[in-house]
């Protein structure tokens, strides 16, 4: 079983940065898959970045170039930089950690995202 705790949101005027932190509590955070979504309001929730144990990563396209996800396997946590920001990241990120050989997954309570002039 897993915690998971997202931190690191807040309000940014478009072009800014944010870097959003989860820390998963478990003793083997570093064979977990782990992923950031986000859900604007009215929205499904949507995959943003994700990377693997082996820290194998990938983007939905509208983030590539300026979102990047990283992971410290020491501090048990992941990672997403969020550069250029623009009005449309306005979200609620949620943070997901996942074992391979498992269906089960687990969730942080999300952190708000607001990018606004």
């Known amino acids: 079983q897993a915690q998971v705790v997202e931190s690191g949101g807040g309000l940014v005027q478009p072009g800014g940065s944010l870097r959003l932190s989860c820390i998963v509590s478990?003793?083997?955070?570093?064979?977990?898959?782990l992923a950031w979504y986000r859900q604007a309001p009215g929205a499904q929730r949507e995959l943003v970045a994700a990377?693997?144990?082996?820290?194998?990563?990938n983007y939905t396209d509208p983030v590539k170039g300026r979102f990047t996800i990283s992971r410290d396997d020491r501090k048990k946590t992941v990672y997403l930089q969020m550069n250029s920001l623009k009005l449309e990241d306005t979200a609620v990120y949620y943070c997901?950690?996942?074992?391979?050989?498992?269906?089960?997954?687990?969730w942080g309570q999300g952190t708000q995202v607001t990018v606004s002039s």
């Open positions: 997901q950690a996942k074992l391979p050989s498992s269906t089960r997954d687990y």
């Open positions: 478990t003793n083997i955070f570093s064979f977990y898959n």
């Open positions: 990377i693997t144990s082996d820290d194998t990563t």
